[in-house]
């Protein structure tokens, strides 16, 4: 499935590869229906023809592990001045992603439904792939990028074939983004010896 709305499958041979052209601006959800496992890559500007300019991939992440937040740990725009490596983001569903770029709650001129700052939202399509710039200063380093209804997102940092020329400043390189997982833990007690039987702790 993907952000156009269309929706077909391809057989990939047991030990072997199939390259499929994702459209331009979009995502797409790889499933199989026997249940059989494959891993998956996205590679991009891999063409035959004009590829040494903006190469880079990153492995998708597979659905189980997909959350409702991504911080992007390392990713300055370029090695210098500019800003051509963005976050890519794509929602399993349409939803509103918020954008915090310094990562920190208590910044932001807007305020989000649980009462958090952040800096600007989006509202995206299903599989649709959004690619956002801090362009404060031109660095996506420590971005947080969440949604607030419950929608999975999965996010990538690097080089935009559209933005970034080739060579220096510009970094020719990317990478996953790992999803943010929450761990809820509870403690529990059981009093078996009461000394004083007062049944207290």
């Known amino acids: 499935h993907n952000t156009l709305g269309g929706s077909g499958s391809f057989s990939v041979p047991a030990k072997s590869s199939y390259e499929f052209c994702m459209p331009s601006q979009s995502g797409a959800h790889f499933y199989t229906n026997s249940g059989d496992v494959f891993f998956a890559i996205s590679t991009i500007d891999s063409d035959s023809y004009d590829n040494d300019a903006h190469d880079w991939g990153f ?57 958090n700052q952040y800096d600007i939202d989006y509202s995206l399509s299903a599989f649709e792939s959004k690619r956002i710039y801090d362009l404060s200063d031109n660095d996506q380093t420590g971005m947080f990028l969440y949604t607030l209804d419950g929608t999975l997102i999965s996010a990538a940092w690097g080089q935009d074939p559209a933005t970034a020329a080739p060579g220096n400043p510009y970094l020719d390189f990317g990478t996953t983004v790992p999803p943010i997982r929450k761990v809820f833990a509870y403690k529990t007690f059981e009093h078996t010896t009461d000394n004083n039987s007062n049944g207290l702790i």
């Open 59 to 115: 492995s998708l992440t597979p659905e189980s592990y997909l959350t409702v937040s991504a911080t992007i740990g390392w990713g300055p725009g370029s090695n210098g001045a500019g800003n051509g490596s963005p976050a890519w983001v794509t929602a399993i569903s349409p939803t509103t992603l918020y954008v915090d770029y310094d990562g920190d709650p208590t910044t932001g001129s807007l305020t989000d439904l649980a009462g």
